[in-house]
């Protein structure tokens, strides 16, 4: 199957050092984020990409270190580099410092969220033909962290939504439609209930789809939206969503394809980008080193690309395809008794085989 999901509206023109590495900051993160990104990196070493890490901690595991969930060498190094390959970071339920992951997406102003779904032959899900693209808005609506108590008992959470934002994430997902090649955009919205702020959201996105004529615009509501994603997904093509719903549809787009262990992800900004997989830490299966590493390698192979290395992120796809077709070596969550490492392995192998 070609692989359209690449960032083809998105490209990198920073900084080489004097070997023509590219300098990116390492944020190996918690729970099961030291193992996958350790598979990953393997992986991009083994594509033939020079990269010159700058790790870093961050979340938990910098509280721990350091102190500070985001301490102050991590944000220099990413002002520093522009580009960052990211494990999960934990965040607490209901309580403790704010999502680490939302304050770098504010912070750098990395407003599109890209997860390119796809299932791979060899995968025992319930679809086989399904070819997502999942484009979330990053910086706002009610991740904007806007919370106060009114009364006890009585508490408001305040959903932001602009219409700078939403034209800026709409345009972006039509022109990574358009370059490539892709047939629709989706604007998935709640809109008959929220009418003042997803109903701006759809204002913006009808206005930047009457300036693509070649590629399709529909509208769902999300609760039907996510009854027809888990019915007939092949109806959908790019998908367009706000953060909260983006959030959410894109962790169930996961669930069709094998699930979390397969969905990889970037968040993009005019002046950098962060690469990560949808998961989080996993805290059930951390340092059990049976993590599925293939998010996080997928990830990779977006970052590659990113800095413009198209056809040795073709190769990391392809020997990502070929290792889970041959259905030989595969982490617990597919199925199989192989481990992070096998499957890092197994691919490296698949490019050496295909070099
Ligand atoms: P989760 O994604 O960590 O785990 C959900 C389920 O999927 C678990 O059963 C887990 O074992 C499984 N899973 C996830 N990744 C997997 C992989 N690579 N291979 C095999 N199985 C995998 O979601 P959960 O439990 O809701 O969140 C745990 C922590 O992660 C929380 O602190 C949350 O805030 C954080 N989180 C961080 C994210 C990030 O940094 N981008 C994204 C999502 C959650």
């Known amino acids: 199957m070609k692989q359209k999901s690449g960032c083809g509206s998105v490209t990198w023109n920073g900084k080489r050092n004097g070997s023509g590495a590219a300098p990116a900051t390492l944020i190996p993160g918690d729970g099961v984020g030291p193992e996958v990104i350790g598979a990953a990196i393997k992986v991009i070493a083994a594509c033939?990409?020079?990269?010159?890490?700058?790790?870093?901690?961050?979340?938990?595991?910098?509280?721990?270190?350091?102190?500070?969930?985001?301490?102050?060498?991590?944000?220099?190094?990413l002002k520093r580099t522009r580009i960052a390959l990211k494990g999960p970071l934990e965040t607490r339920v209901g309580e403790g410092y704010r999502s680490i992951n939302v304050y770098l997406r504010k912070t750098f102003d990395l407003f599109a969220n890209l997860r390119p779904t796809r299932s791979f032959p060899g995968v025992n899900a319930r679809f086989s033909n399904v070819d997502l693209i999942v484009v979330r808005e990053n910086t706002e609506d009610l991740y904007a962290g806007i919370e106060h108590q009114v009364t006890p008992g009585v508490v408001e959470s305040v959903k932001v939504i602009t219409a700078r934002a939403s034209t800026r994430i709409a345009r972006f997902a039509f022109e990574f439609a358009r370059r490539n090649g892709r047939r629709s955009v989706t604007a998935i919205h709640k809109a008959n209930i929220m009418k003042l702020s997803d109903g701006l959201f759809l204002k913006c996105a009808r206005r930047v789809a009457a300036e693509y004529k070649d590629i399709q615009y529909n509208?769902?509501?999300?609760?039907?939206?996510?009854?027809?994603?888990?019915?007939?997904?092949?109806?959908?093509?790019?998908?367009?969503?706000?953060?909260?719903?983006?959030?959410?549809?894109?962790?169930?787009?996961?669930?069709?394809?094998?699930?979390?262990?397969?969905?990889?992800?970037?968040?993009?900004?005019?002046?950098?980008?962060?690469?990560?997989?949808?998961?989080?830490?996993?805290?059930?299966?951390?340092?059990?080193?049976?993590?599925?590493?293939?998010a996080a390698i997928l990830s990779g192979a977006l970052m590659v690309e990113y800095l413009g290395h198209h056809e040795a992120a073709e190769r990391i796809r392809t020997a990502v395809a070929q290792v889970l077709k041959a259905r030989r070596v595969r982490t617990p969550d597919l199925g199989g008794k192989a481990r992070t490492d096998e499957v890092a392995e197994a691919i490296i192998r698949a490019m050496e085989r295909a070099a």
């Open 48 to 77: 033939g990409v020079k990269i010159d890490w700058d790790e870093q901690v961050a979340g938990a595991a910098a509280v721990k270190r350091v102190g500070s969930p985001a301490p102050p060498a991590l944000i220099a190094s």
């Open 219 to 294: 509208e769902r509501i999300v609760d039907a939206a996510c009854m027809r994603l888990v019915t007939e997904p092949s109806e959908f093509d790019v998908l367009l969503l706000e953060n909260l719903y983006g959030d959410i549809v894109s962790d169930l787009c996961a669930g069709l394809v094998g699930g979390l262990g397969m969905v990889p992800g970037a968040n993009y900004g005019d002046r950098g980008a962060i690469f990560e997989a949808v998961h989080g830490t996993a805290p059930d299966i951390a340092g059990k080193g049976v993590a599925n590493p293939i």
